[in-house]
């Protein structure tokens, strides 16, 4: 009785266990390892890596990656995926440093790693793909504005995160760089809100009174956009003043709806996912080494230069309106 | 239904006989190791191989380590939910001391040292003011860890000396890595404890009955210190190992690892209630779990469902002996 039990119950674990898989020899298997499951970010940036896999043709992604967004979590996945002889990781790392020692033994074992999104520290990997530059995200946030503006002539305003943010302050000088090749634009002057909803949304009103001629409110920040675009509409300003900068698309779509905002930008984490997986399918093939300097064909996104630490820029931020925010909000 | 059993069955021994229930019990648990170590082998062509499974080994063996206190903890009816801020407290010590340009042995006393101080900390709560260990181990995981996070904030302690990466990282012999030797020499060092020594005996006793412990002349509050003591000692040991894995700290270093601890030691047929257990049992729930995460890891199935496998192990292997015997009794004679 006592052995028949335990056979039956061994003989359930093997069934749950006996899911056989065909691998084909040639394929390129790719582990796309992310932050947590169950994450719309991440779950779009899959829909890309799928694309990239059908589009390339020889090539299996692994979507992947622990429950929880911890360091041990994905060194699990990691060691995992080192077990089935993958030709390449990209990983969006939880940690920059710990993962480190389970990446470089994946390299050791002639594994092409890459992360994307979330850097790892330079020694464990061959390159990081960032969603974007400074540059590009500056030049991203002027045309932002100039359209916003009747033949792209006017006043406009910067509402940052707070005065010591390193992004932010990158990314407004950057702007302030490029502002010669946009001559119809006029920056007025730079408010802070501390990236606090309540605060941002008081600088903003502040600028709707103090400043009349500004007709558009830039504001680089998640919170600040969301909460610029509320003061616009409760001031009844919409049509008269716009806000525009980096937003999340599930928190701007009732900006767009209201008309406080016509468009705004951020990363798209669908050809994120696409491009890391072209890098590393380009990678695995030799096609290139991804040191600095050298340029990687990446499909539909273009060539994509690497440039000092390894580093990589994708593309410019992606612009969200009225066409695509029904289907993106949903992402993420 | 008609005969009335002859002895009263107590829903929370595991068995009318001590020997023939452990028997049983660690033979089932064998054989599910068994068979998950076949069906692994035929799912994956990946499995059977020296250094994957070497690999996989570092799926446990830091839980398994704070497992073998814990049992003991278990078994005398107190509990230690502390034990992963313990091994976040020592690690940020750690890191804080390697940043102070403090050598390999110096890290290794200071990361034991926290958590034998830690460990204490929790003894002195439970054995001298005789509070609940559930209470006092929930307040101190949030104590410990709290410390942990406002020392380190969003920042990360690194650049720990390449000789200590060897704890976590070194193999002393072929593809025997340095945390499973360690895991095995302490296994063996607590199965003695616990089943050769008074003192082992004295834990079950104050798990099967403190009361009547007390009056045998038993310390029962010298002996639940040393366990919190030891519990924290082997959660130091345990941050030293991970913390040279990962080469790095942050706050949120080894969360949730109590549950998965206490999970590996009921899994191991430790019973929760106290008195019964060995430390057998907890080795081998240590390498069921490792295999089933490791194996399902290598179908790439997501750990959510790694989680449900796991949960659904532990109800499995907890009832099935329960109606198995139910069923016995049921039986006419």
Redo the contacts between chains.
Sequence with gaps: ??LL??LA???A??F??????A?AADTVKIGLVVKS??NGFFEAANKGAQEAAKELGDVEV?Y?????T????Q???I??L????VNAIAISAN????V??ALKKAMARGIKVISWDSAVAKDGRIMHLNPSSNELIGKMCLQLAADHLKDGKGDFAILSATTTSTNQNTWIEEMKKQLPNFPGLNLVTTVYGDDLSDKSYREAQGLLTSQPNVKVIVAPTTVGVLAASQAVADAKKIGDVYVTGLGLPSEMAGAIKSGATKEFAIWNPIDLGYSATQIAYRLVKGETDGAPGSEIAAGRMGKIKVGDNGEAAMADPFVYDAKNIDQFSKIF | MSAIPEKRLIPDRLGTSATRLFGSWEALLFAVAVLIFIANSLASPYFLNAWNLSDATFNFTEKAMVAFAMALLIISGEIDLSVAAIIALASTAMGAAAQAGIGTPGLVAIGIGVGVGCGVVNGILVAGLRLPSIVVTIGTMSLFRGIAYIVLGDKAYGGYPASFAYFGQGYVFWVFSFEFVLFAVLAILFAVLLHATNFGRRVHAIGNNEFAARFSGIRVERIKFTLFLLTGLMSGIAAVCLTSRLGSTRPSIAQGWELEIVTMVVLGGVSILGGAGTIGGVVIAAFVMGLVTFGLGLLNVPGIVMSIFIGLLLIVTITLPVIIRQFRHRKPA
């Excluded at chain 1, 749950?16 to 898989?21: E, F, K, P, R, V």
């Excluded at chain 1, 992947?64 to 929880?68: D, E, N, R, Y």
């Design positions: 009785m006592k039990k335990k119950l061994g003989s674990f093997a749950a266990m006996l899911t056989s898989q691998y499951l169950g692994i992947t990656g622990p429950t929880s911890t360091a041990e979590g060194i699990e996945v060691n995992a080192i077990a089935q002889n940690d920059p440093d710990a480190i020692p």
